[in-house]
């Protein structure tokens, strides 16, 4: 053992924390959900503010969210119009940020929404910049 | 040329420039910001593309982001200088998750707030006047970290000709590429950002984020309205000569490969160019 902490331990656990702080802050009053810009773009749009975030909370609890908060998360850009809407200062930007991450398997539970994989992303990036840098600024800059 | 004449420049501080990974589709625009950078007294040092990658694309999978993270800022640490960021995804990860996650040992500045700071040492480089009035594109996002909506109109108003006029319209989101996946919220946004663009009578947008440009160019080459990044409208005012290679290659897309050439189209690979470069030339916004 070298006592070396493992790669993306100190993220995991900042992660953990900003979790349970969100579900300790949250009251689920809606507030974030009744503000956001995106919500109209959701497959599952909801009338219901307060459920939804509830669903959301879910999710964060490793629990199977409800469609119209699945449908919520999937459609969040991080327009940040929630920070200053929500009454207990949750940041429910992070909140929608870890339930995406979630939902989409990224935490290590269960993939709830499917996203696409764009499988050439970096290829096309390593592509692009071999059409724009010479040979010296790609050796030097990447 | 000396971009560096007229301009109240002091001793050079050494910057790295972090400049991402998506905006390697404008090569004009990291050569020009290279060069406003050195213009006002600041020696960069150029970092990106996958190796330098903030993890923010790795949503999926927390683990492989996390190990981004922790090789990224690593590398950014053993640079030793002040951290300048282009792209706001990766400004806004540092702040977000990169820095909670592994130890920050450099200070970190986002291009627009370093620009803006520094606006007497560039006012003077601005020396070619360009008659146009523009409207920046703007999201309700990201301004909370870096109040670019307000910052950027301000910078452009120093261009000598220049008119900023205010549309009324900010998108959802931070910026655009978010909206990849959401073809009806893309759709609304590309057509309100035409009528706004009309209503107040601007001759061209203008977007911060390289994200934005890629996405709203295809409203120029749809002969909708003439579309730049600000950094491309500073170039042109400073006489830099970077031409924007993406926007012709857009405008045309079935004559890009004779644009690039066989050489470059070679190193990419021809069957790469067509399965995965072409079709994004080709894309154009569902205008109503």
């Known amino acids: 053992m070298s006592g070396k902490p493992l790669i993306g331990q100190r993220l995991k656990a900042f992660q953990e924390s900003e979790v349970e702080r969100i579900l300790g802050a949250c009251t689920q009053c809606g507030k974030c959900h009744e503000v956001c810009p995106m919500a109209q773009y959701s497959k599952t749009p909801s009338q219901d503010s307060r459920s939804t975030v509830g669903g959301v909370l879910a999710v964060l609890r490793g629990e199977k969210g409800s469609p119209e908060a699945l449908g919520w998360i999937g459609v969040c850009t991080r327009s940040g119009v929630c920070v200053p809407a929500c009454p207990e200062n949750v940041d429910p930007k992070m909140m929608m940020r870890l339930a995406r991450m979630t939902a989409l398997g990224g935490r290590g539970l269960p993939k709830q929404i499917e996203t696409k994989e764009d499988r050439d992303y970096f290829d096309r990036v390593r592509a692009f910049a071999k059409l724009q840098l010479t040979d010296d600024e790609l050796k030097e800059w990447m | ?288």
């Open chain 2, 1 to 288: 040329m000396d971009v560096s004449a007229g301009a109240n420049v002091k001793a050079s501080e050494a910057v790295t420039f972090w400049y991402g990974c998506n905006v390697l589709r404008h090569g004009d625009i990291i050569h020009a910001c290279l060069d406003i950078l050195r213009a006002i007294g600041f020696e960069p040092s150029p970092v990106g593309g996958p190796d330098y990658c903030c993890g923010t694309v790795k949503d999926t999978n927390q683990v492989t982001a996390g190990g981004m993270a922790t090789r990224t800022v690593g590398k950014l640490n053993s640079k030793g200088n002040r951290v300048v960021a282009w792209c706001p995804s990766c400004h806004s990860h540092m702040h977000d998750f990169m820095e909670k996650g592994n130890e920050r040992q450099f200070d970190m500045t986002y291009l627009v707030e370093l620009l803006h700071s520094h606006r007497s040492a560039l006012r003077p480089l601005l020396k070619n006047p360009m008659r146009m009035r523009v409207m920046l594109h703007q999201h309700v996002g990201f301004n909370d970290l870096v109040p670019v909506n307000r910052m950027v109109p301000e910078l452009l108003a120093m261009i000598p000709g220049v008119e900023v006029v205010e549309g009324g319209y900010t998108a959802p989101g931070y910026m655009c590429a978010s909206f990849a996946a959401l073809p009806q919220a893309l759709d609304d946004m590309h057509n309100h950002t035409v009528r706004a663009a009309r209503a107040c009578g601007a001759e061209a947008l203008v977007t911060t984020f390289h994200q934005c440009f890629r996405e709203m160019v295809g409203l120029d080459a749809a002969g909708a309205i003439p579309v730049y990044n600000y950094i491309q409208l500073f170039a042109q005012s400073m006489g830099l000569p970077y031409e924007d290679e993406y926007k012709a290659w857009k405008k045309s897309p079935e004559a890009a490969k004779e644009m690039i050439g066989a050489d470059r189209v070679a190193k990419v690979g021809i069957e790469f160019y067509e399965r995965a470069v072409l079709p994004e030339l080709k894309k154009r916004p569902n205008l109503r």
